[in-house]
């Protein structure tokens, strides 16, 4: 049953913003005293749409953001050099699912050009604008340069057709492995704007907002992308992928995720990060 949103409630909102707390602190704050995640969220959009004067506070939703062109429902999509299936679409969290997005040819060049690279993956650090190794996070990784080679070039070309969303606003693409018990811990991907070092990361192309992560291997067991905001599991098939975005940089956007444990054998996954602007 929903949670009603009461004007004392609402009253208390507002109250609290004036009084300088961050929007995170109030939801753990509803979480405590009991209330759902999704009648939290009910309640702080009410409050942006109620009270333009705090927009700032609630951090302003994007109105331009990538994504694929979905109306009519479609079941397949033109990549220009693919036709890619859609197997799966959320809108709350935007979440969708690709299909058919790279070839087995395509997921072996990338496993083959990043194993000699390798080196345990680091996390981007908004405290100090840097990177760190994270204890949340026990995969290995590489990047590449956009364009470094044949086949990150023609898939790079392939997703911002996809996603409708220019191919210089992404970060290189991410080769990461998870070998058995590896896994990275439900995270956010933006940046949080709290943090003192999120300014300097920000100076080479704004903030993130979406993410794509691609399976070029998969596991015997386990491994699953999971979205624990929503009790989505998404199955690391080889060759598919799953796309999400976040309109602005807030747990409200409910795009907590993390990778569940490898049980067994090996997961390999290509990850794309989208910015706002030009990526340098």
Known sequence: MSQP?????????VAQLAAGHSVPALRASMRAAGWHDSATDVALAQ?????PNIEVALAPART???GPDLDGAPLYLDAGDRRVQVL???RHPRIVVFGNLLSVEECEGLIAAARVRLARSLTVETRTGGEVLNVDRTSDGMFFERGENEIVARLEQRLAT???WP??????LQILRYAPGAQYRPHYDYFDPNEPGTPTILKRGGQRVATL???LQEPEQGGATTFPDVGLEVAPVRGTGVFFSYDRPDPVTRTLHGG??????????ATKWLREREFK
């Open 64 to 66: 331009e953001m990538p």
């Open 260 to 269: 569940a444990p490898v049980l067994a054998g090996e997961k390999w996954v």
């Open 167 to 172: 191919l210089q606003f992404g970060e290189g």
């Open 5 to 13: 949103i009461s004007p004392e409630l609402r009253e208390w909102l």
């Open 47 to 51: 409050l942006e749409a109620g009270f």
């Open 88 to 90: 799966h679409t959320m």
């Open 213 to 215: 992560v691609m399976y």
């Open 162 to 164: 996809l996603l409708r």
